[in-house]
């Protein structure tokens, strides 16, 4: 054993997009916390996209900030282009995604957390988590100094065992050249922590100079500015645009003639990489007959040259990535600076992890991000916020903070891990919630700050200026649903002018708005609908339009919630269930459900199964009951 | 599953028993029983004191009665369940039992899951352990037991149909999904019209599937057929006939309806419920009973009436009498003794009513006996018979669940008709998804995101 040089009430190891939320989160509720990283030079890194949000990601973005987290405000301030996405197709599914300058992003986090009172940041390579008994007693650096807490959050990102790829190249590291904590893993492995083995990877970056934008599409940013954080003041961004290009057969034959070389295909890559996120060499493998793949080239910040290649994320050897970039058009001169590489690295089984995302069996050991198994930095952050609150609200002796699958997609995302687990790295998509009508970008105020509030995230700032909103929403409404028109000559001709069809009867002007071609300005103009800010002025009009499926997703919410309302104690005995099946009872007792909910929700778990439980839950509850 | 929602089902067993009882548990179940329960006092159930056995009737959804019934209210907690039950006793066998249950299913209860019952009065505190554990024994019992019918041949053509028809729904949402999580991908858009065609498609699959419940429940409880024919035409002739060629001969037992004998035979692989007036009244006094309420409740219990007819002589009052009195019915006319004379009331016949259903036959020497074996066939399963791979569902949780697909498909489309965006669009065919995957077990999301994966190429 080393030597204590002092002791925490929470102790964060990583400083990545988790472990900065983490440490925040318990430092801002005012407990004394370390967050340990093993270069300061590289906090809150973004060692893959030069980019935040994107479709679902944009909405966990907007619920860290709902909540109290940091990521959206950085984001806001390191955005060098902001695009809503799917703007086309329905106000559920709009994301926004934010380019964003790297360093910069960086150099904004360190500054947040170096400055954040209780909390400690300091260059360390912790090798040992120190268990005792089954319960979290502090780390162990490599120094020898011992530092203790009764909370450890793992952050570890790749980090863990971590080993680069491409080519025949193959060295133990982290990203960008960083040390791979090889130690830590071990110690993991003999406190009893269950490691899996993941892979991901990272396209080229290259030199802006040597390319051709002439050949190339642009992509700007959208005119209108946007900010992720509810509570941000920028309102003057300076914008720069991406560009498009494709592979060509020319580019398919290279990759083709040179797959043995690939670290994909030679051998060198263990983990299990995410299908979503496939290497070129596996794109082209698998879409034989796409004839062409789409690219992004994307600034990676404003003081560098540094090109991301987006859709080009591959471990061929150095000299066959540069050798395939050069026929893709505008790409014929390129100079390559970094080369992509894939990454292996150890990861947490998710299952072993309580929705609290605190681990089942060690007690004080909680688990965040990259390293629970997903992938995408704000899936990260959304986990780390969560895992600091949960952590504090364990040293109160609170009830951990769990977010409904109807709140957050960051309670989709760690239902998800904790009841499902993963087979690849997670990312959080659109399609994985099922009501995401009322997951939008643009409510993740109205869902979460509240709660955010409560738990002591939320400033005075903010909360000021979200009850103002909200109650600015009310009062609209309100509004719009006791404002009555009647079928006049007057009326009907202003309602043909404007492309709609005349009224038949009296209306309020909430029904009116339903209508697909009527708009809050246009009652304004016609019936004079009161001045409003631009936020509550499309939160009435979704509110009105989508009113009749809103209903619909709320309707089988509350269905859901009667399940998810009846828990199941922490001590029961699947396997004397003799009723439940063999399968149902293994998979339920590696999960260990919180709720029937949770437990419907287990593969292999029948609603029969789960009629069996109810009725054990009953039982039991009547032996206590009788105990006592 | 969840113990808010109102159950209802048949508490007695299947099959000859005089009385049957249909039991809805619940908070809704007043305001379910409320809508087809009317006391023939015209009061309201709930105005009766609790526990109180109420005479009315149970009429359909156009107000039509089915059976006479006693219905008793049990207020909650003091019932079986110790929720809201209503109990409804009818006598009008299998047929009337299975409409006044689609009944309450339409005004919004949910089948009883096996065992629910009991296991509702055991987690509302009414019975023991021990009661409740046999009750666990009867959940996985019965799981066990449907999931081997599951595996039997009907229910594996439903399900292997209604995995088409979701695959097809699967790959418009797997589309959608597609465009809608990878914004940036080069993958083809959708249009509205393929959706909209997918959907439609989808609907009129389930609406046929729908159709095929009503063979099923005919192939599973017979053909409720009744024999009328004034006296002296070859009814009883023609009764013998077809019970000799029937050598499926189930059983003869006394009818529900006390006036009357029925007989289950199968007639050309149609099983049939034949209902003859023949044992208690003699004939000539049943036609002339014909505009009596009571007899016209047996013509009404009947899905299709039988008319025997006699070929050789010209119709009669009495034959007027009982054409008359089947009006509205769906019946056919068989023309008796062609072995006789020619017949000389078939163009008549085949004037008034549709020439398809007017078939001559000599009960004495079975000619034309095959033509009255195919018509039936048609009748049952429709002209579209061509393998034995027709899907009969006979099942009411299934139809239940397919009928609320069909609701959201119907919503779909009509969302997809007026180009609602993708986030609403989604929803009722995920809805639609999801009810059908109840039937066939499969689950919807991880499904989705798995086809994303296989047949779009995205990612960064």
Redesign the interface.
């Known amino acids: 054993m080393g030597i204590i040089v002092d002791s925490y009430d929470v102790i964060v190891i990583g400083a990545g997009h988790a472990g900065v939320e983490a440490s925040l989160a318990a430092a801002r509720l005012g407990y004394k916390t370390l967050l340990a990283t093993l270069s300061l030079d590289n906090i809150a890194l973004m060692p893959c ?1 030069p980019s935040v949000g994107g ?2 990601k944009g909405q966990l973005v907007g619920e860290i900030d709902a909540l109290g987290g940091q990521m959206a405000i950085s984001a806001d301030e390191a955005c060098i282009q902001m695009r809503m ?2 703007t ?6 709009h ?1 926004l995604r934010a380019q964003a300058d790297k360093p910069f992003y960086h150099v904004i986090m360190k500054k947040v957390v170096e400055n954040q009172e209780n909390l400690d940041v300091k260059q360390l390579m912790i090798d040992k988590l120190l268990v005792r008994n089954d319960e979290v007693v502090g780390v162990e650096a490599e120094t020898g100094e011992v530092f203790e807490s009764s909370i450890v959050i793992i952050c570890t990102g790749t980090y863990l065992r971590s080993k680069i790829v491409f080519g025949s190249v193959n060295y133990e590291s982290g990203p960008n050249g960083l040390r791979s904590a090889n130690k830590l893993s071990e110690s993991l492995l003999e406190a009893g922590v269950e490691l899996a083995r993941f892979k991901t990877g990272t ?1 080229a970056r290259v030199d802006r100079r040597s390319l051709d934008f002439s050949k190339m599409q642009i992509q700007e940013g959208d005119p209108e500015l946007r900010n992720f954080s509810y509570i941000s003041n920028i309102t003057h961004r300076e914008q720069v645009p991406c560009w498009l290009t494709y592979t060509s057969p020319v580019t398919h034959q290279i990759i083709k003639d040179n797959l043995v070389r690939s670290g994909m295909f030679n051998g060198l890559v263990e983990g299990v990489g ?5 290497s070129i060499e596996s ?1 082209i493998i ?2 034989k007959d ?1 004839e062409r ?2 690219l ?1 080239i994307e600034p990676e910040g404003l003081n560098t040259n540094e090109m991301y290649v ?2 080009m ?1 591959s471990a061929l050897p150095a000299d066959v990535q540069v050798k395939f970039m050069q026929t893709i058009p505008g790409m014929e001169h390129v100079k390559m600076m970094r080369p992509g590489y894939a990454i292996d690295y150890d990861c947490l089984d998710p299952l072993q992890l309580k929705s609290s995302l605190e681990h089942k069996h060690i007690k004080g050991l909680f688990s965040a991000g990259q390293s629970n198994g997903t992938s995408g930095y704000e899936e990260a952050a959304g986990q780390g916020l969560i895992a600091g609150i949960n952590a504090v609200r364990k040293l109160q002796g609170k009830t951990p903070l769990v977010l409904g699958r109807n709140e957050a997609y960051i309670g989709v995302l760690i239902d998800d891990l904790v009841t ?1 687990g993963t087979n690849e790295p997670y990312r959080m ?4 919630a ?1 009501y ?2 009322l997951l939008r970008q643009d409510n993740g105020d109205l869902r979460l700050t509240e709660k955010g509030r409560e738990i002591g995230l939320v400033t005075d700032e903010r909360w000021e200026k979200f009850t103002k909103k909200r109650s600015e929403i009310e009062r609209v409404m309100h509004h719009l649903q006791n404002t009555f028109v009647s079928p006049t000559e007057e009326i009907n001709a202003k309602l043909i002018s404007a492309g709609s069809v005349p009224l038949k009867k009296g209306e309020n002007l909430a029904t009116l708005l339903k209508r ?1 071609e009527m708009s809050y300005e246009k009652l304004q103009a016609f019936f004079g609908a009161p001045e409003i800010s631009p936020v509550v002025r499309e939160q009435a009009e979704i509110q009105c339009k ?1 009113e009749g ?1 809103i209903i ?2 709320k309707q ?1 919410v509350e ?1 859901a919630l ?2 998810e309302s009846k828990k199941i104690p922490a001590d029961i005995d699947y396997f004397a269930l003799k ?1 439940l ?1 063999n399968e149902a009872a293994e998979k339920l007792d590696r999960v260990r459900p919180d709720s029937l909910g949770q437990a ?1 929700r287990i ?1 292999g778990v ?3 199964d ?3 439980l ?3 839950l ?2 039991h509850r ?1 032996q206590e009951a009788e105990k006592q | ?4 929602d109102t159950i209802s089902a048949v508490t007695t067993a299947p099959g000859n028993a005089a009385i049957g009882i249909v039991r809805i548990s619940g908070s809704d179940a007043l305001q379910i029983a409320d809508q087809m329960f009317f006391a023939a006092s015209g009061k309201k159930l709930e105005t009766y004191p609790s526990h109180t056995m109420v005479y009315g009737f149970v009429r359909d959804r156009e107000g039509r009665d089915i059976d006479e019934v006693l219905s008793v209210y049990m207020k909650a907690p003091r019932s079986y369940t110790a929720e809201d039950v209503i109990e409804i006793q009818c006598h009008g066998g299998m047929q009337s039992i299975r409409q006044i249950l689609a009944l309450t299913y339409y005004y919004g209860a949910r089948p009883a ?1 096996p ?2 019952f009991t ?1 509702r009065a ?2 509302n505190g009414r019975i023991d ?1 021990v009661q ?1 554990e046999s ?3 009867i ?2 019992s ?2 066990a037991a449907a999931l081997k019918i599951a595996v039997q041949q009907q229910e594996g053509f439903l399900s292997k149909k209604l995995k088409e028809v979701r695959r097809k729904l699967r790959d418009v949402i797997v589309h959608l ?1 597609a ?8 993958i083809e858009d959708v249009t509205y019209n393929e959706v909209n065609n997918t959907i439609s498609g989808a609907a009129e699959e389930v609406s046929v599937l729908l159709e095929g419940a009503h063979t099923g429940k005919i192939l599973k409880e017979g053909l409720r057929t009744a024999i009328i024919g004034r006296p002296n035409v070859g009814k009883s002739s023609l009764l013998n006939t077809l019970l000799k060629e029937d050598r499926a001969l189930v059983s003869e037992y006394e009818g529900t309806t006390r006036d009357v004998i029925e007989e289950q035979l199968v007639i050309g692989g149609v099983p049939v419920l034949l209902a003859d007036t023949a044992g208690i009244h003699d004939t000539k006094d049943f036609v002339e009973k014909l505009g009596v309420e009571r007899s016209r409740a047996f013509l009404d219990k009947a899905e299709l009436i039988l008319v025997v007819l006699d070929g050789t002589q010209p119709l009669t009052a009495d034959d007027e009498t009982i054409l008359t009195a089947i009006k509205g019915k769906n019946a056919v006319f068989v023309v008796n003794k062609t072995d006789l004379a020619e017949s000389i009331i078939t163009k008549t016949l085949a004037e008034r009513f549709a020439p398809e259903n007017v078939i001559e036959i000599s009960a004495k020497t079975k000619e034309g006996i095959d033509r009255l074996e195919s018509w039936l066939q048609e009748y049952v399963y429709g002209s579209s018979r061509q393998s034995d791979e027709e899907i009969y569902i006979q099942n009411e949780r299934q139809i239940n669940l397919l009928r609320q697909a069909a609701d959201s498909l119907k919503d779909a489309v009509e969302a997809a008709e ?1 180009r ?5 669009l989604t ?1 009722d065919v ?2 639609a998804l999801t009810l059908m995957g109840e039937i066939t077990g499969e ?1 919807v ?2 499904e ?2 798995n086809e ?2 296989a047949r779009f ?4």
Do not use: W
């Open positions: 996209n479709s679902a996405l799917n086309g197709k329905g106000y559920a599914v994301s396209p995410p299908r979503y996120c496939p794109k698998r879409f796409k793949h789409q992004f987006q859709g994320s499902k998509m659109t399609s994985r099922e995401r009508l697909s989508y499926y619909k997703q089988a269905k009667r399940l009723e099946s419907s593969s029948s609603p029969a789960v009629g069996v109810m009725i054990a009953e039982v009547r | 599953m969840l113990q808010e899951e065992g629910e296991k055991f987690l352990l409740a009750v666990m024994d959940i996985n019965k799981s999904e465009v809608i999580d990878y914004p940036e991908e080069d007026n609602l965006p993708y986030d609403c929803i995920d809805r689950t999301r991880d989705i995101i994303i994966f190429c995205v990612g960064k």
